[in-house]
């Protein structure tokens, strides 16, 4: 009988465990979604905002830069669910803050049409920011046996 109750304790644990990893994995997977969809859409918008500033510092026709406002504007848009995701699936206050960075520096491309060479330096430093942004979030999803995540089963 003992033997009976030991062993199911210990299939339960296992199939506790179980459950833990397979929710621990689905989590990291979200995660990653987030944080490509977040890289991909702000770097979408940079590339558009920098088109649409070429394009005034070009003197190119009103048509021309209405088009590319009309797309930067979507572009935007498209950061919103993204970063909404990101927001709920990392508690993460560095990866949040690169987060933060990236955007508010590609946003402010579009304060920088006064010359080629502000434009240049904004797209650049967005650039950046992008790159700091990825790189906080692939140190943050590194494998659990290299860093402690809820993923990894309680000492006991």
Request: hydrophobic share 40%.
């Amino acid at each position: 009988m003992l033997g009976a109750i030991v062993s199911g304790r210990f299939q339960e644990r296992a199939a506790e465990r179980q459950v833990r990893v397979s929710h621990g994995e689905a989590i990291r997977r979200d995660r990653l979604e987030a944080v490509t969809a977040l890289a991909c859409a702000t770097s979408d918008h940079r590339t558009t905002m920098w088109r649409r500033g070429d394009a005034v510092l070009k003197g190119a026709d009103p048509e021309r830069i209405e088009a590319l406002r009309g797309e930067s504007h979507m572009t935007r848009s498209a950061v919103t669910r993204p970063l909404v995701a990101l927001r709920v699936l990392f508690e993460d206050q560095a990866v949040r803050t690169a987060a933060d960075h990236m955007i508010t520096l590609t946003y402010a491309i579009r304060d920088a049409y006064a010359t080629t060479e502000d434009l240049t330096a904004a797209r650049q430093a967005a650039r950046v920011a992008h790159d700091d942004f990825v790189n906080a979030a692939a140190h943050y999803l590194r494998p659990a046996s290299t860093h402690p995540t809820f993923e990894q089963e309680p000492t006991r």
